[in-house]
């Protein structure tokens, strides 16, 4: 049955356990479906089954219509890069001020885009022959230079000639000129072209005419002191202008071919100066013209675009939800006569009255005269699992839900997380100093939240935001555990009295408490400052953070084992109380149980008992007498009763649970092969037959498969024990890894450039110390001490009893859909 655990009107709130849950059947009205379906989306608290499964997008009722919004969509795409093209930003409106309807926005839209469309071809069009008439009137004045130059240069030729006439001619010149020179008759009149050529193509382009026409050309280049706009890309080049002089057909054909094929815009230049002055007066009137229409045209596209922008959001949300709401109605099945269609799906159980008050009302708003029937289902499906979270909860959801959804209503792990996690984490990064630097942090993401959300952040600063309160609550416990650690920065100090002990030497540095005197009552809170800077500091903190993690790691192990009982206990599963909760708390606590009460009384009794002896030879020599290493009277027997236990709870967990199911499975199918017996009809019990053979074969217990899954689990939970206990010295090894970095920065940066007497050299010092600290012990450490106390939940907490293999209430809300688009 779907409908387990408590009902009610109202939510329960309660993370322990996920909301009861309901399969509905939903009846609508074929006149109302779009309204109801957009009612339901508001509310958000059903998730719809698709009932048309096996059919394709294309063969759904409502194909057409998201067609048509897909339509929209793509226009409204359309116009968003034409905005952001113009730098025109879309304007935050009220979702819910204008009532446009369906298809008139789909009117609107086209009607605006063939607008839209055709003031960019126009654009277009005279934006190219503006840059055309720019271009060629850079032509003109570089030609115009070189024709003047070359003029001046022939009559200076002429001149030299004329001095020199000897009749005889020069074997370094040209066939063509000295044909010229000695026949003038032959002369040939020379044909010209000008224009713009790449300048990173402008040596090829010179190579290749010259052998192309076996050197018969006069090439003069010159580059352009600014790119300038291409006509056809539309973007900045530099170019170089160039005149060809050639002579012949032949010899043209070719100079336009490779002007072709290297995007050489080719202009017209006339060769008379007067003519040349008027091609100039009216390419300069033309350019004047055209950018006067440019202008206006340019006003008149942000013009519409503007007014795009003032309703873009709106058109924008109108047209997803329209689309949402198709994609949905595609996921009901429609009624053999039409006039109906009918809806299944998930829903909380206190969503019921909310659910039924959105039917009531979209029947109202639709006028339809018939109502929708809404009705809960009995199933055996898993129903969704559905926490209720808050902005502080909802991140330590999500650390639970990355390793895997729960099981509909199974123990969340969630709860203990938000303590648990953030102490793990603080147990490995304990400093107060660091502590308040990530709090100092986390304050400016919460205090600035509601202007952080309509932000646009970077992957790294939403990833920040998103866990900003997992980061206040492990800076916290940072402070925390750094008052107890009595570390600032790697400096203590005397924060809550005097030390207990004073030096007997003044060096202050015996590696043994002989060099102490304890001249006072013992230090209130945390570690004595005296420890710090003492040989004796690394042997303590060693031993103190190695037996303090030995037990925050048989503590929570416990905490895991205690909430599969009360899973045991929701479910009504007898077996795994009897056969798996009681076993397992047994063996874990006959053996790391017992380590964690002697490592407790030792430090009240202030024995030197070795505990690495006591806990070897308690399994290899069980009855030989403990000596000094005895914690308490009766010491002996109780090790020889625990270990007699952990050996008894091994078969325990094995044996009675796979053995103890079989007879279950057989009591259950026990009844249905008596009733095989009773078939008057031969076919009927044919076919019950075959009906019960299936459900048979469906349901067939394999008892060396549940033997050999029982024995996998009994070993994993045996080896878990000892390998979940040694990986939490990781608290310990993290923890002094902190301590000892932040040492080395304090003494052997920041101190050391101090005693130099040097300001610059200090200067340099504290600008080391600081960018070691934020790199190393504020982000690096930070994360590191982050992935391991997510490790120790994942692996070691919430394999004791959570098995995550739930998936999550994802309801058809019109908000969630927001939230995607954000």
């Given at each position: 049955m779907a409908r387990r655990g408590g009902g009610g009107c109202c939510p329960s709130m309660d993370l322990m356990r996920?909301?009861?849950?309901?399969?509905?059947?939903?009846?609508?009205?074929?006149?109302?479906?779009?309204?109801?379906?957009?009612?339901?989306?508001?509310?958000?608290?059903?998730?719809?089954?698709?009932?048309?499964?096996?059919?394709?997008?294309?063969?759904?009722?409502?194909?057409?219509?998201?067609?048509?919004?897909?339509?929209?969509?793509?226009?409204?795409?359309?116009?968003?890069?034409?905005?952001?093209?113009?730098?025109?930003?879309?304007?935050?409106?009220?979702?819910?001020?204008?009532?446009?309807?369906?298809?008139?926005?789909?009117?609107?839209?086209?009607?605006?885009?063939?607008?839209?469309?055709?003031?960019?071809?126009?654009?277009?069009?005279?934006?190219?022959?503006?840059?055309?008439?720019?271009?060629?009137?850079?032509?003109?004045?570089?030609?115009?230079?070189?024709?003047?130059?070359?003029?001046?240069?022939?009559?200076?030729?002429?001149?030299?000639?004329?001095?020199?006439?000897?009749?005889?001619?020069?074997?370094?010149?040209?066939l063509l000129e000295q044909e010229m020179s000695t026949d003038p008759s032959k002369q040939v009149k020379l044909g010209s072209?000008?224009?713009?050529?790449?300048?990173?193509?402008?040596?090829?382009?010179?190579?290749?005419?010259?052998r192309?026409?076996?050197?018969?050309?006069?090439?003069?280049?010159?580059?352009?002191?600014?790119?300038?706009?291409?006509?056809?890309?539309?973007?900045?080049?530099?170019?170089?202008?160039?005149?060809?002089?050639?002579?012949?057909?032949r010899a043209k054909a070719k100079i336009l071919k490779i002007c072709d094929a290297f995007n050489a815009n080719r202009y017209p230049f006339p060769e008379d100066v007067n003519k040349q002055l008027h091609a100039v007066q009216e390419v300069s009137g033309r350019i004047s013209e055209l950018k006067a229409t440019i202008d206006m045209g340019l006003a008149h596209r942000d013009s519409i675009?503007?007014?795009?922008?003032?309703?873009?959001?709106?058109?924008n949300h109108l047209a997803k939800r329209e689309k949402a709401i198709y994609h949905t109605l595609n996921m009901l099945s429609v009624d053999v006569t039409k006039k109906c269609l009918v809806a299944e799906g998930w829903s909380p159980v206190f969503a019921s009255i909310q659910i039924q008050d959105a039917l009531q009302r979209a029947t109202i708003d639709s006028k339809s005269q018939v109502g929708s029937i809404f009705q809960v289902l009995n199933t055996k499906e898993s129903p969704p699992t559905y926490f209720q979270t808050n902005k502080f909860t909802s991140s330590f959801q999500e650390i639970v839900d990355a390793y895997g959804v729960a099981k509909y209503q199974e123990a969340n792990p969630g709860v203990f997380t938000i303590v648990t996690f953030p102490?793990?984490?603080?147990?490995?990064?304990?400093?107060?100093?660091?502590?308040?630097?990530?709090?100092?942090?986390?304050?400016?993401?919460?205090?600035?939240e509601k202007k952080l959300a309509s932000q646009k952040l970077d992957d790294i600063m939403e990833m920040m935001f998103g866990g900003r309160y997992v980061i206040l609550m492990m800076s916290l416990f940072s402070i925390y555990t750094g008052l107890i650690y009595n570390e600032f920065f790697s400096v203590p100090f005397e924060l809550f009295g005097k030390s207990a002990y004073a030096c007997r030497d003044p060096s202050c540095r015996d590696s043994t408490t002989d060099g102490l005197v304890k001249v006072r009552g013992t230090y209130p809170f945390g570690v004595d400052p005296v420890w710090h800077g003492s040989r004796s500091e690394l042997p303590f903190l060693?031993?103190?953070?190695?037996?303090?993690?030995?037990?925050?790691?048989?503590?929570?192990?416990?905490?895991?084992?205690?909430?599969?009982?009360?899973?045991?206990?929701?479910?009504?599963?007898?077996?795994?109380?009897?056969?798996?909760?009681?076993?397992?708390?047994?063996?874990?606590?006959?053996?790391?149980?017992?380590?964690?009460?002697?490592?407790?009384?030792?430090?009240?009794?202030?024995?030197?008992?070795?505990?690495?002896?006591?806990?070897?030879?308690?399994?290899?020599?069980?009855?030989?007498?403990?000596?000094?290493?005895?914690?308490f009277s009766g010491q002996k027997t109780?090790?020889?009763?625990?270990?007699?236990?952990?050996?008894?709870?091994?078969?325990?967990?094995?044996?009675?649970?796979?053995?103890?199911?079989?007879k279950q499975h057989e009591r259950r199918h026990q009844g249905h092969q008596y009733a095989m017996l009773q078939g008057a009809d031969e076919s009927v019990g044919a076919e019950l037959g075959e009906h019960h053979d299936e459900s048979h074969d469906h349901e067939e217990f394999e008892f060396s498969e549940v033997f050999v899954h029982q024995l996998i689990h009994t070993i994993e939970f045996v080896l878990g024990a000892v390998s979940n206990t040694a990986s939490y010295l990781r608290l310990w090894a993290l923890s002094l890894a902190h301590s000892e970095l932040s040492t080395v920065f304090y003494e052997k940066v920041l101190m050391l450039t101090w005693r130099m007497n040097s300001i610059p050299v200090f200067i340099a010092?504290?600008?080391?110390?600081?960018?070691?600290?934020?790199?190393?012990?504020?982000?690096?450490?930070?994360?590191?001490?982050?992935?391991?106390?997510?490790?120790?939940?994942?692996?070691?907490?919430?394999?004791?009893?959570?098995?995550?293999?739930?998936?999550?209430?994802?309801?058809?809300?019109?908000?969630?859909?927001?939230?995607?688009?954000?």
């Open positions: 996920s909301e009861a849950m309901q399969l509905v059947q939903v009846i609508i009205p074929a006149e109302s479906a779009h309204l109801t379906v957009s009612y339901l989306g508001d509310l958000g608290l059903l998730q719809f089954k698709d009932l048309n499964a096996e059919k394709s997008p294309f063969q759904r009722t409502y194909a057409a219509q998201i067609k048509r919004c897909s339509e929209m969509a793509r226009k409204l795409r359309f116009f968003k890069e034409q905005m952001s093209k113009a730098d025109i930003s879309a304007s935050p409106t009220q979702l819910n001020e204008t009532h446009l309807e369906f298809d008139d926005l789909e009117i609107k839209l086209g009607e605006l885009e063939a607008e839209l469309t055709e003031v960019n071809a126009n654009n277009e069009k005279l934006q190219r022959t503006y840059n055309e008439l720019l271009e060629y009137n850079t032509v003109l004045q570089k030609a115009g230079e070189f024709f003047y130059s070359a003029q001046r240069s022939a009559a200076a030729q002429q001149r030299e000639i004329e001095a020199n006439q000897s009749g005889q001619t020069s074997l370094e010149s040209p072209l000008s224009g713009l050529v790449p300048k990173e193509k402008a040596m090829a382009f010179e190579r290749i005419l010259f192309a026409t076996r050197g018969n050309i006069f090439l003069r280049q010159e580059p352009i002191d600014e790119p300038v706009t291409d006509p056809v890309s539309g973007e900045k080049v530099a170019k170089n202008a160039f005149v060809i002089f050639y002579s012949g057909e675009l503007k007014s795009i922008a003032s309703d873009f959001e709106q058109w102490f793990l984490f603080a147990v490995m990064f304990g400093d107060w100093g660091h502590g308040i630097c990530l709090l100092l942090a986390t304050l400016y993401l919460i205090i600035r060693n031993s103190l953070k190695m037996k303090m993690s030995i037990l925050l790691g048989v503590a929570q192990m416990n905490l895991g084992i205690v909430m599969s009982y009360f899973n045991a206990k929701f479910f009504r599963n007898s077996l795994n109380v009897w056969y798996q909760f009681i076993p397992q708390l047994i063996f874990l606590n006959s053996l790391f149980g017992y380590l964690s009460l002697l490592i407790i009384v030792k430090w009240c009794t202030g024995s030197k008992a070795d505990l690495y002896h006591v806990m070897i030879y308690m399994f290899l020599s069980p009855t030989d007498d403990l000596g000094e290493n005895q914690l109780v090790q020889l009763v625990l270990l007699l236990l952990a050996l008894v709870s091994v078969p325990w967990m094995l044996i009675p649970k796979p053995i103890l199911l079989k010092g504290v600008i080391v110390f600081i960018f070691a600290t934020i790199g190393v012990l504020l982000v690096m450490e930070t994360l590191s001490a982050f992935l391991h106390a997510l490790r120790l939940h994942w692996v070691e907490f919430q394999n004791k009893f959570y098995e995550g293999d739930g998936y999550k209430f994802a309801p058809f809300s019109f908000a969630l859909i927001r939230e995607e688009e954000d």
